[in-house]
């Protein structure tokens, strides 16, 4: 089944706290991307990957890190997590080279940050 | 930039009455349009998409044509069910350095009442 898989699905961490969320997709798909969700704003993206070893920023970016060693994974990395981080996470992946191709969402990371 | 804007919410309807979720889009280029579903505690998904000018998108009885003169892509359905009740995404796609960048609206949240 194709699908994209994020882990946890749920997480409580405290201010400053080093954490991982990760992110694997089984479509071979080039292309990944994070999004983080809150009220009123929609989907705005984080970081996205076009393929292994090459990332760049999305539109909100700050305070966060990725990284793409294979082409299935693509961790999201807080490296000092503040409450202003408190959101609704999603990992999507899609094939390179087309901008009517569907896009594949993991069920989401509800991360709360105290 | 691109930019999408959706009616606001929350919505609610009874069983059977008629749905539209307006949708308008700002892009320089010639985007792909979508929409997405939300069901809770799940991933977005899509429901429907079109690429062009006058394409109609469709799919589970819901319906959205692509409307270049006056920018817009609204979903319609005839008769909503209980089952619909969920949070819709209206999205653009547009190649960006050769990648498919989604540009979401805030969403709309559906309630649908027996």
């Known amino acids: 089944e194709a699908q994209v898989t994020q882990n946890p699905r749920y997480l409580i961490t405290v201010t400053g706290k080093k954490l991982t969320v990760t992110c694997s997709q089984n479509m071979n798909h080039e292309y990944m991307s994070w999004y983080r969700q809150d009220p009123g704003l929609g989907l705005r993206q984080i970081y996205y990957s076009m393929n292994v070893e090459v990332t760049d920023k999305g539109d909100v970016p700050e305070g966060y890190k990725v990284s793409r060693k294979e082409k299935r994974n693509f961790p999201l990395i807080l490296e000092s997590p503040s409450p202003n981080q408190t959101s609704l996470y999603f990992c999507a992946s899609s094939p390179l080279g087309q901008s009517n191709t569907e896009a594949f969402f993991g069920q989401g990371t509800r991360l709360t940050v105290v | ?114």
């Open chain 2, 1 to 114: 930039g691109d930019s999408v804007t959706q009616m606001e919410g929350p919505v609610t309807l009874s069983e059977e009455a008629f749905l539209t979720i307006n949708c308008t889009y700002t892009a320089t280029g010639y985007p792909s349009l979508f929409w997405y579903v939300q069901y809770p505690g799940e991933g977005l998904q899509l429901l429907l998409k079109a690429t062009k000018a006058d394409d109609k998108g469709s799919n589970k009885g819901f319906e959205a044509t692509y409307r270049k003169e006056t920018t817009s892509f609204h979903l319609e359905k005839g008769s909503v069910q209980v089952s619909d009740s969920a949070v819709y995404f209206c999205a653009l796609s547009d190649r960006y350095q050769g990648a498919q960048k989604l540009v979401f609206g805030q969403g709309t949240r559906l309630t649908i009442n027996p």
